[in-house]
Antibody, heavy 124, light 110 residues
Framework: QITLKESGPTLVKPTQTLTLTCTFS??????????VGWIRQPPGKALEWLAL???????RYSPSLKSSLTITKDTSKNQVVLTMTNVDPVDTATYYC????????????????WGQGTLVTVSS | QSALAQPASVSGSPGQSITISCTGS?????????VSWYQQHPGKAPKVMIYDVSNRPSGVSNRFSGSKSGYTASLTISGLQAEDEADYYC??????????FGTGTKVTVL
């Protein structure tokens, strides 16, 4: 059974750096084809895809946030970390991490399952 | 990349069928069969209902089906039930090797 859980600060001040950790079980990020992504959702608003890291270290970022995001993995700890620099109140959201599945050897796929999410508020 | 366009709300009576559209572009929906659909109940994490346009994960009711034509993907819920009341989001792989989500649709069971 695959599970993921997000952790990090609940309150961050504007201009600070936000660091979120996704701790997972039930799969290894060293297995070919595996990926872990981050998605966020501002209160009452839509989902927004942020970033994805693959088993081979390849990383992908949302074009609109690329300059402020960094995604890394620690395979030995079963963790993926997302950092966001220079946060703003508009970054207030629930942040989810999710396991990226794919069908066979397709290069793309879908997100399943998701963590429970962690609400981060950016405010002074 | 712009969010995929979905209607803000769709409603139907129990037992009816409804369809939610998801309109993208040549950079995403039109060129890739990697469209997925997610159901989200209030306060809960999203759950995948359809992947790769029309495939249903095990455990998901066969009342849910997906399709695609050109720039537009669709999710159909047949035999609408009270438990289907939720927010629904589509997602697509893009030509930038990234993913994009839709604007979301609130489904109301009348």
């Amino acid at each position: 059974q695959i599970t993921l859980k997000e952790s990090g600060p609940t309150l961050v001040k504007p201009t600070q750096t936000l660091t979120l950790t996704c701790t997972f079980s039930g799969f290894s990020l060293s297995t070919s084809g595996v990926g872990v992504g981050w998605i966020r959702q501002p209160p009452g608003k839509a989902l927004e895809w942020l970033a994805l890291i693959y088993w081979n270290g390849d990383k992908r970022y949302s074009p609109s946030l690329k300059s402020s995001l960094t995604i890394t993995k620690d395979t030995s700890k079963n963790q993926v970390v997302l950092t966001m620099t220079n946060v703003d109140p508009v970054d207030t959201a629930t942040y989810y991490c999710a396991h990226r599945r794919r069908n066979g050897y397709n290069w793309a796929g879908w997100f399943d399952p998701w963590g429970q999410g962690t609400l981060v508020t950016v405010s002074s | 990349q712009s969010a995929l366009a979905q209607p803000a709300s769709v409603s139907g009576s129990p037992g009816q069928s409804i369809t939610i559209s998801c309109t993208g572009s040549s950079s995403d929906v039109d060129n890739y069969d990697y469209v997925s659909w997610y159901q989200q109940h209030p306060g809960k994490a999203p759950k995948v209902m359809i992947y790769d346009v029309s495939n249903r994960p095990s455990g998901v009711s066969n009342r849910f089906s997906g399709s695609k034509s050109g720039y537009t993907a669709s999710l159909t819920i047949s035999g609408l039930q009270a438990e289907d009341e939720a927010d629904y989001y589509c997602s697509s792989y893009t030509s930038s090797s990234t993913y994009v989500f839709g604007t979301g649709t609130k489904v109301t069971v009348l």
